[in-house]
């Protein structure tokens, strides 16, 4: 099955700083990618999500990029900000029938430091 | 719209005690998870279903039951409750298949002691 691999599991990065976080996947057929922001405490919230026709996307301070020849994929935060501190985790699908399922990374603590 | 309720939000257990854990939605979705979440760690899925009726094992299904009767409920059945079932429990929903976001509810806290 698919296997997920998500770096570092904590970073923490001084306030308005930029934070990358890199994930790479197994099945060449997975062709989604989600990323998910948990708060403490919280529901798991997409933030921004990725489909294999396209190499990057933005969403203001938010960018995820996808590199299909490498199988990997990252998410960048500019411009950092203090509530941006949360477990961030990627995710990859292939999402046709009868792989209708997520695998996601083991996440990584971003802690914005003032 | 509520988007996906979960009921009860905490809920202690004594080992060898069973409980469902409820599970609704009114976003109209077919698919349906249940994620295991333990402290510090990343999301698990134990059961999903692709629609009413329709139910699949995910990684971590033992020691637990589903059923979908209805599109809008999924309840996850835990039987003989286990030190090693305390997590937190999550469940999703999306629109269609995994290719589509999921809508993660606030989750059930359950501690079995």
């Known amino acids: 099955g698919e296997n997920v691999e998500q770096h570092p599991s904590t970073l923490s990065v001084q306030e308005g700083d930029s934070a990358v976080i890199k994930c790479t996947y197994s099945?060449?057929?997975?062709?989604?990618f989600p990323w998910y922001k948990q708060e403490l405490g919280k529901r798991p919230q997409l933030i921004i999500d990725?489909?294999?026709?396209?190499g990057e996307k933005k969403d203001q301070r938010i960018a995820v990029t996808l590199n299909k020849t490498a199988k990997h994929f990252s998410l960048h935060i500019t411009e950092t900000q203090p509530e941006d501190s949360a477990v961030y985790f990627c995710?990859?699908?292939?999402?046709?029938?009868?792989?209708?399922?997520?695998?996601f990374g083991t996440g990584t603590r971003l802690t914005i430091i003032p | 719209n509520a988007g996906v309720t979960q009921t009860p939000k905490f809920r202690i257990l004594k080992i060898g005690q069973s409980m469902t854990l409820q599970c609704a939605q009114d976003?109209?979705?077919?698919?349906m998870y249940w994620y295991r979440q333990d402290p510090g760690m990343g999301l698990k899925l134990i059961y999903y279903?692709?629609?009413?009726?329709?139910?699949d094992k995910g990684e971590v299904p033992n020691g637990y039951n589903v059923s979908r009767s209805t599109t809008e409920d999924f309840p996850l059945r835990l039987e003989l409750a286990a030190p090693s079932q305390t997590s937190v429990y999550f469940c999703?929903?999306?629109?269609?298949?995994?290719?589509?976001?999921?809508?993660f509810g606030d989750g059930t806290r359950l501690s079995i002691l």
């Open positions: 976003m109209n979705h077919n698919y």
């Open positions: 995710a990859a699908s292939k999402g046709n029938f009868g792989n209708e399922k997520l695998t």
């Open positions: 279903s692709v629609g009413a009726g329709i139910t």
């Open positions: 099945d060449s057929a997975s062709n989604y």
């Open positions: 990725i489909r294999s026709n396209v």
């Open positions: 999703a929903s999306s629109k269609t298949g995994g290719n589509q976001p999921q809508h």
